[in-house]
């Protein structure tokens, strides 16, 4: 493995601290500014959450014909985290839904793609992407988990009034989320001006095949055929998460019933469930450092199987956090904790098994067309589903958290019995490559 220079170490590694913190500042908050700040309805808020997978779903287009053919990755991201800080910026005081609407969709077309850039500029200058981009892509991982502790300290000290009820805190708390979206701004202002200083990366010359085709005609079979259609339920499950949960915390954490634990833990995270979620991406990084432990002795199908039944005990534990015997803080850690295992060991493994059981020369596609399914399509889905259950759950405009979070539960048990009764068991032989004569036809 050829060496990695520490300087090309120190400036992608600030880039992918910046992308994602840019991001975390105010994913997590954004259903309980929404609801208790703006006062749109559970379907509203599902409908601007979908937002982001349409983003998701264009990117590659807009990536690919902007920045693959026309000029510099570097300057491309710059101008891009410009102008989305400039539209970042408005969210934090448009309070007409179809505004909101509009300029949360133009900025879900302008990030999207950056998303995907950062990776591509790494691997254009990493001597050996496949063991030296994890050193860079943990940073944006930190990234997130900075930046959403920061705001919950943020929210704690600057928008929690002492001695008001806890409902007035839970709405104070939610009209200051607004500076999460300042906050995002700023970041991304500041990547872009920083992106000018990254090294130059030119576009691609010539015209690439385009493969998809032959990806489709591969996922066809097994086991890639479960795996896709699996996929889809579980990226909603995924999406379900990010919709509610931050909203869920931040109501807990306003009136834990033990109280100097509860203190305790508001010190460390912050208030507003954007911070205590964090604990994810903490297991996340333990999760994926220990995957290639288990990836060598454990099957693909157990590993997969783990992941889901981590989906469906994390809604299990935020469904019944009043009935499980222990402290409802410590309960619902363990579930936001459970973050780690549902990413590592199905949408992580998922990507390796995507790339195993493909021929080398639809891979990308392949990879491509699995990340549109997770990041694009369940991102839809799965918001407009969380935006309808939120709806269903309410009862005389009080969430019944047991109802909202048994539906994905359920449907994660599901999944995993679908995943066992129709998965090919054992260890699925890895595509080989094709033989020379083969790779011309």
């Known amino acids: 493995m050829k060496p ?14 910046l992308q994602y913190a840019i991001w975390g500042a105010w994913l997590p908050l954004l259903y309980l500014f929404l609801s208790r700040h703006r006062g749109f309805g559970d379907a509203q808020i599902g409908y601007l959450f979908m937002i982001g997978g349409i983003g998701a779903v264009f990117a590659p287009f807009i ?34 839904y179809w505004m909101f ?18 990776n591509s500029i790494s691997f254009h200058h990493l001597p050996d992407r496949d063991k030296q981009f994890g050193k860079v892509r943990v940073w944006g991982t930190l990234g997130w988990i900075v930046v ?41 202002i500041a990547m872009g001006l920083y992106c000018l200083t990254l090294p130059a990366t030119p576009p691609a010359k010539g015209e ?16 890639l055929v479960t795996l896709f259609l699996i996929a889809v339920p579980i990226s909603c499950i995924h999406q379900f998460y990010f919709v509610h949960t931050g909203a869920f915390l931040g109501t807990f954490q306003a009136g834990f019933g033990d109280v100097d634990l509860a203190a305790t833990i508001n010190r460390v995270f912050g208030v507003g469930g954007g911070g ?57 850690m363990l579930g936001v904790a459970l973050h780690g295992v549902c990413f590592g060991c199905f949408v992580f493994i998922a990507f390796m098994v995507v790339d195993e059981q493909t021929t080398p020369g639809v891979r990308a596609s392949a990879q491509s067309l699995f990340g549109t399914i997770i990041f694009g399509v369940g991102i839809i889905v799965g918001s407009v589903f969380a935006g309808q259950i939120g709806e269903w759950a309410r009862t005389d405009g009080v969430m019944d958290y047991t109802r909202l979070f048994s539906v994905p539960m359920w449907l994660a048990i ?28």
């Not at 990695?4 to 601290?17: E, K």
């Not at 026309?70 to 448009?94: C, D, K, M, P």
């Not at 300029?103 to 793609?113: D, T």
Request: contains cysteine; hydrophobic residues 50%; aromatic residues 8%.
């Open 208 to 223: 690439k095949s385009n493969a998809t085709l032959k990806a489709i005609g591969e996922v066809r079979r097994q086991p």
């Open 276 to 332: 205590l979620m964090t604990i994810g991406q903490m297991s996340e990084i333990l999760v994926l450092a220990l995957i290639p432990l288990f990836a060598r002795k454990v099957s693909r199908k157990t590993l997969l199987a783990v992941g889901v039944s981590a989906y469906a005990a994390r809604m299990a534990l935020f469904a019944y956090v009043d009935a499980i015997p222990l402290p409802p803080v410590l309960t619902l």
């Open 4 to 17: 990695l220079p520490t300087a090309l170490l120190s400036r992608l590694s600030l880039m992918m601290f």
């Open 101 to 118: 609407f509009l300029f949360s969709l133009l900025y879900s077309l302008i990030y999207s793609p950056t998303l995907a850039l950062t």
């Open 63 to 96: 990536a690919g014909q902007i920045a693959d053919r026309f000029f510099n990755t570097e300057r491309y991201l710059a101008i891009s985290h410009i102008a989305g800080g400039l539209l970042v910026w408005q969210l934090a005081w448009i309070d007409a």
């Open 414 to 441: 599901g999944c995993l019995l679908a995943l066992l009764a129709f998965y090919p068991g054992g260890r699925v032989p890895v595509v080989e490559p094709p033989r020379p004569e083969e790779a011309t036809s």
């Open 148 to 188: 959403g502790i920061g705001i919950g300290q943020w929210l704690l000290h600057r928008h929690t009034p002492a001695g008001a009820t806890d409902t007035e805190q839970l709405a104070a708390q939610a009209a200051g989320i607004a500076d999460a979206f300042r906050l995002s701004a700023i970041l991304g």
